[in-house]
């Protein structure tokens, strides 16, 4: 069975930082493609950042370009997002998610197994 689980939100203030990390288990972590939604309340989810199974190349949202960085440590299967520089517009429930393939994909619909999100919520 597989299981994402996220871990690392919180209540933060404009222009603080957090660190996201996602456990996964029950699959093969190091030939998947990870990535990182997230969904804002009346809003679609939408994508945040995407690492390749080697963790050698990444994508990123241009929201989030510069502030945001996706790791993996294949040896831990895990996960991680370092958020910089946040501000109230990043608030939102934010996903993890594993793709079968190992290139990176930034379409929702490409991924194959979801976590249960963890809340992020910057104050102004």
């Known amino acids: 069975q597989v299981q994402l689980v996220e871990s690392g939100g919180g209540l933060v203030q404009a222009g603080g930082s957090l660190r996201l990390s996602c456990a996964a288990s029950g699959l093969m972590f190091s030939s998947c493609a990870m990535g990182w939604f997230r969904q804002a309340p009346g809003k679609e989810r939408e994508f945040v950042a995407a690492?390749?199974?080697?963790?050698?190349?990444?994508a990123y949202a241009d929201s989030v370009k510069g502030r945001f960085t996706i790791s993996r440590d294949n040896a831990k299967n895990t996960l991680s997002l370092q958020m910089n520089s946040l501000k109230p517009e990043d608030t939102a429930l934010y996903y993890c998610a594993a793709a079968r393939t190992g290139d990176i994909v930034v379409r929702t619909s490409a991924y194959n197994f979801w976590g249960q999100g963890t809340q992020v919520t910057v104050s102004s």
């Open positions: 690492s390749n199974w080697r963790g050698s190349s990444a």
